[in-house]
């Protein structure tokens, strides 16, 4: 840590976890002028973080005008595609929008991290890198301070940004235990691929990237869904899958993968390519029922410690962005009014509430457990019925189309009974009209 700050060991404001939630708090922080340190226990930021690797353009943006000019940029998105997988077939929703292909980009975290925090220090911002927070220093129920693996640091406000297993929100008796129906277990592979071969194989010219969401097939009727992005030289593949599925089916996700990875719709996309990593992280999942409450006296919980992702639009580094900004912009007008009590910092909750993050996880409140209730029909009979579907549509082999249709549609309901459509049906409008209201 700094001369400056060892001296008195005391700051404006530290903030724990240098992931894309606790950079933007402090380089927000920095640049309303106050003292604040960015606390990591990597040896860089981004060592010990993964994610899939699609990243909204308008939080960077936010946090960063001119990111685009020198960030580590992978590719931007300019083809999102949806894969229904059967067991031998693939049916893909194709979407691009040529005037929008810069609404999102792939990055890879050990690169972007690392470069936010290179860009917060160049703003003003403390880094101090591997140093481990054990535990938040209390005085008299209010926080006011870190103990780390090498000193104590006292601060005015302490904003926790440690990720979806915060240790310190738990301290803080704010969290519990993480549940397994709560979270998924995403694992990921980073295959190695020369540029110009996946150029060719996703169909892309230039820097341009893709993104495909994988439903149904190897995964087997579990709560999760797989994906493919494209990097610059690289492909990353992976799932994720509700914890709880995976616990009470007694399966392994890396053999799931494997099973994915095998399926011609996707082993077409990494053959012959060179694994160059593996890697395994939980996704909070449970949505605005499970949001913590924010802030305590003296201190803030962001991003995944707060379990703000919406998984249903893959939004996660967006989300701890945002909020790390908001966290941010509170604590500058907390130390302007020299009050760092819950009554001031409760002004964190309102810019969430106010914004499009608790809106849409509001919006989306029921989905997980609703679709969670129907796994098996939403993603896994239904994407198998519509390759089928398709199957019969496109073949032509001599038989008469009438009596495979007749029979396609008499297997549909032997195999769905009539009770079972009814729940999917009801399901599907929960969702809906929860979606409108
Ligand atoms: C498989 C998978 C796929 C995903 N795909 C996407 C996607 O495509 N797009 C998207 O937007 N989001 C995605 N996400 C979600 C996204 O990764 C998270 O929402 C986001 O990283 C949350 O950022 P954060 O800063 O809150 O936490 P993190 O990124 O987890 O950062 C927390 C930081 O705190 C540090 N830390 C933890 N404890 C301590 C401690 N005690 N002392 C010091 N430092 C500590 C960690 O080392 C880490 O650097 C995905 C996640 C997974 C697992």
Not at 99 to 124: L, P, S, T, Y
Not at 178 to 196: C, F, R
Not at 275 to 287: K, N, Q, W
Request: with cysteine; glycine share 8%.
């Amino acid at each position: 840590m700094s001369e400056e700050i060892s001296e008195k060991n005391k700051i404006d404001v530290i903030v724990v976890g240098a992931g894309p939630a606790g950079v933007s708090a402090a380089i927000t922080i920095a640049r309303g002028g106050k003292k604040v340190v960015l606390v990591e226990r990597g040896s860089f930021a981004g060592s010990k973080n993964m994610y899939g690797g699609v990243i909204y353009s308008h939080a960077a943006k936010e946090i960063f005008p001119n990111f685009e000019d020198n960030a580590p940029i992978e590719r931007f998105v300019a083809s999102h595609n949806y894969v229904l997988l059967s067991e031998n077939s693939s049916t893909i929703i194709s979407y691009e929008n040529y005037e929008q292909e810069k609404n999102a980009f792939v990055a890879i975290r050990a690169k972007w991290d690392k470069w936010c925090v290179e860009e917060a220090m160049k703003e003003g911002v403390y880094y101090a890198p591997e140093t481990l927070v054990k535990e938040l220093i209390l005085k008299d129920g209010k926080v006011v301070g870190i103990t780390t693996d090498i000193e104590d640091y006292y601060a005015d406000i302490v904003i926790i940004a440690d990720g979806v297993n915060s240790l310190l929100a738990k301290q803080l008796r704010l969290r519990e235990n993480i549940k397994p129906k709560n979270v998924a277990l995403g694992v990921k592979e980073v295959i190695k691929l020369p540029a110009e071969i996946i150029n060719n194989r996703f169909g892309l010219t230039n820097e341009k990237g893709a993104a495909y969401e994988l439903v149904g097939g190897p995964l087997e009727g579990l709560f999760g869904l797989g994906f493919i992005y494209t990097n610059k030289d690289s492909v990353s593949i992976g799932l994720g899958v509700s914890l709880e599925d995976l616990k009470n089916k007694k399966i392994k996700p890396y053999e799931l993968l494997e099973k994915l990875k095998s399926h011609p719709a996707i082993a077409k996309f990494i053959e012959d390519g060179e694994l160059l990593e593996y890697s395994a992280h939980l996704i909070p999942e449970g949505g605005y029922n499970c949001i913590p409450k924010l802030y305590t006296d003296g201190a803030m919980i962001v991003g995944d410690a707060a379990m703000l992702v919406n998984n249903v639009h893959f939004e996660g580094t967006n989300f701890a962005m945002i909020s790390g900004k908001f966290a941010g912009e509170t604590a500058l007008e907390a130390l302007e009014n020299n009050d760092f009590s819950s009554n001031m910092l409760c002004l964190y909750k309102k810019k969430l509430t106010n914004s499009f993050i608790l809106k849409d996880l509001k919006t989306y409140k029921d989905v997980i457990s609703v679709l969670s209730s129907r796994t098996d029909s939403f993603l896994n009979y239904y994407p198998s019925k519509v390759n089928e579907f398709f199957g019969i549509f496109t073949t032509a082999d001599g038989q008469e189309k009438r009596a495979k249709f007749v029979k396609f549609t008499k297997d549909f309901f032997r195999k769905r009974s009539l009770a079972e459509l009814f729940k999917d049906a009801i399901a599907g409008i929960k969702l809906v009209f929860g979606i409108l209201k």
